[in-house]
Each structure stands twice: as structure tokens, then as C-alpha cells.
């Protein structure tokens, strides 16, 4: 069954510009690129990708669009943009010109004010998203879901996808908390869910597959297969798996499911949420 990766980066490395990048990440402080994924795309079966900023930047969003416009296997980027601007709607349309673009993501998980997301500016700036048919990538630590949770309240007819399942300390094994707060969420029905970034939330290079287990065991008891959909986190995830290993993570558990069930999280919720032109038969060989 092939795969669509809903979730990964691209960088050519900058220490200014990528200071999040510390010297606990030292496997992250280089290029990478399409040439240096697609090979890796190819070993695996995953036919294309979701290409997802990593920084606050319309001059990144810009490259990631080149970068798509260059690589017919991208088939989307999920862009940043400044939604609190005054000339957003201005911008927006101006970025929608290039039909790559299927969304937005801003670094919430950053931001010190954990009620960041619900600030009425911002909030004006989603509401504006659905006029150009663009999804939300929402990006929270469990601490910031109970503002996650007013904003998909808030803003109904915005199509949100939660990324890394918002960051639960797997580490710890701490569940009942972000448990409630993804139970809540989920219950608003505009909002999907990716299974991803879950190896750097886990204990970096010790994690055993068994872990994730009750974490991803909540997530399909929430969201159901309609709503779920798989990303790599490529190459973030390499702080602490290679791609094979984050595959077979999400393969291990989702092999007791149906085949329509399996292609759904592998690809066509994908296909559906970001609105991509392609359909699942599309995307076969």
C-alpha cells in the first residue's frame, strides 16, 4: 500500500535563521533537500509528500513553493504567513496564485502567551483561511490546548489538522491529561489528526514501539480512520528514528485494521483534507 506523507520539512541550514536548531540537534545542522529525501521516498513506497514550513517566514513559503513547482511528487506546502497582518487577505491572495499551497501553519508551540491562539487578531486571521480553500496546521504543546480547542470552536467552517498529536509527554508516560484535552478536541468535527512526531517526544534513540500504543490508541478512539492521516516529520525525526523506523511504527499498529481503513491514514485523508487535486488512484504506479 503505497503512502503519502502529510508531513515533512525542507531547510538549507542557517543558524540565524534556524535557532531553534540547538546543539542537542546537531543531526539536524545541514542541508536538506528534495534529492537528499527522494531516494529515501523511493526505498519506503511513499509517493509524495506534504511539505511543511519550519519557520516564521514568507521567504521560506516562497522556496517551498519553487521547491513543489520543481518536484512533481510535493504535491502540497503548507505555508506560513503573517495572520495577524493588516494586508493578509492581500497576501493570501496573492500566495494562492501558486495552487501548491494548501495551507498554513504558525509556530504556536513558540509562542509564550498560551493563549496566543485564541488573540482576536489571530483569530480574524484563520477566520479569513477558508475563503481561499487553505487548511490550518495547528502546532501546540498540552499546555496550549485548551486555547487549540476555543479556536476550533470558534472558527467551524475551518478545516484544522493537529500536528504530532500535540506533543504528549511520551517520555514520561504521562496520558490522562492530554488525553481529556485530545477527546475534546476531536469531538469538533473540522479537525483531523496526523500521526507524526511522535519518536522526539518519546525517549530520543530508547523508545520501544509499545510506547506509543496508548497514545495512538487514544487518537483512533477519537478521531476514528476518517480523520487521521500519517506524516514522517522528515527530517526532524531523525533525531531520534530513521523514516523506515517512523513507518513502521504506524504500520505495526494500523496492520489490524481494513485495507479501506489503512488507505484512508496512509493517503486519501491527505488527498481529502488538503483539497489536493489528485485522487488515491492518482497517486498509483
Given at each position: ?38 531516494p529515501l521516498y523511493d ?181 476514528g480512520p476518517s480523520r ?58
Amino acid at each position: 500500500m503505497q503512502i503519502l506523507d502529510a508531513h515533512q520539512h525542507f531547510w538549507r541550514y542557517d543558524r540565524v535563521l534556524y535557532p531553534w536548531i540547538d546543539e542537542k540537534m546537531s543531526v539536524l545542522k545541514g542541508d536538506f533537500l528534495p534529492q537528499n529525501l527522494k531516494p529515501l521516498y523511493d526505498k519506503s513506497g511513499i509517493i509524495g509528500s506534504i511539505a511543511v514550513q519550519a519557520r516564521q517566514s514568507l521567504e521560506e513559503t516562497h522556496y517551498l513553493l519553487k521547491l513543489a513547482s520543481a518536484n512533481d511528487w510535493i504535491k502540497g506546502v503548507v505555508g506560513w504567513v503573517d495572520l495577524k497582518s493588516s494586508q493578509l487577505e492581500d497576501q493570501l491572495h496573492n500566495l494562492t496564485h501558486n495552487h501548491a499551497l494548501c495551507g498554513i501553519r504558525h509556530l504556536i508551540q513558540d509562542e509564550p502567551d498560551p493563549d496566543f491562539a485564541i488573540r482576536p487578531q489571530f483569530v480574524r486571521g484563520i477566520s479569513l483561511l477558508s475563503k481561499f480553500n487553505l487548511t490550518y496546521d495547528i502546532l501546540v504543546r498540552p499546555h496550549q490546548m485548551h486555547a487549540a480547542l476555543e479556536l476550533v470552536r470558534l472558527c467551524p467552517e475551518q478545516a484544522f489538522v493537529i500536528d504530532h498529536l500535540a506533543k504528549p509527554d511520551i517520555r514520561s508516560g504521562k496520558i490522562a491529561s492530554w488525553q481529556q484535552s485530545i477527546r475534546e478536541i476531536a469531538s469538533c468535527h473540522n479537525v483531523f489528526c496526523k500521526l507524526s512526531g511522535m519518536v522526539t517526544e518519546a525517549r530520543l534513540r530508547q523508545w520501544h514501539p509499545d510506547d506509543f500504543k496508548p497514545y495512538m490508541d487514544t487518537i483512533f478512539e477519537s478521531f476514528g480512520p476518517s480523520r487521521i492521516m500519517f506524516g514522517t516529520d522528515w527530517p526532524v525525526c531523525l533525531l531520534s528514528a530513521s523514516l523506515d523506523d517512523v513507518i513502521n511504527i504506524v504500520h505495526g499498529y494500523v496492520k489490524q485494521l481494513g485495507d479501506e481503513d489503512r488507505r484512508l491514514i496512509w493517503y486519501d485523508n491527505a488527498v481529502q483534507f488538503y483539497r489536493l487535486k489528485e485522487t488515491s488512484e492518482n497517486f498509483r504506479e
